[in-house]
Nanobody, 110 residues
């Protein structure tokens, strides 16, 4: 049984920063790819950033240069978000293979 627990969401003004954390528990020795997705109200869930063991990262065009994904071993993944914009407002989900976290809300005010 694998659980992903996100933290770090909240309310921030435009131009501000937040750091999301995701901690995985359970046996996830086979998971090499962890990442973050987000879902805004009325929209589909989209990829924000992904990191694979070996250091390969991929970002959505809308966050390149502003967001940074990082990992701490195989069980923790982080998303540093800077220069936040109102359009970044969404529920952010941690993903590891077939597993998903419960989501953490990020709200960016104008």
């Amino acid at each position: 049984q694998v659980q992903l627990i996100e933290s770090g969401g909240g309310l921030v003004q435009a131009g501000g920063s937040l750091r999301l954390s995701c901690a995985a528990s359970g046996t996830i020795w086979s998971i090499t790819r962890m990442g973050w997705y987000r879902q805004a109200p009325g929209k589909q869930r989209d990829l924000v950033a992904v990191d694979t063991i070996g250091g390969v990262t991929n970002y959505a065009d809308s966050v390149k240069g502003r967001f940074t994904i990082s990992r701490d071993g195989t069980k923790n993944v982080y998303l540093q978000m800077t220069s936040l914009k109102p359009e970044d407002t969404a529920v952010y989900y941690c993903n590891a293979g077939i597993y998903w976290g419960q989501g953490t809300l990020v709200t960016v005010s104008p």
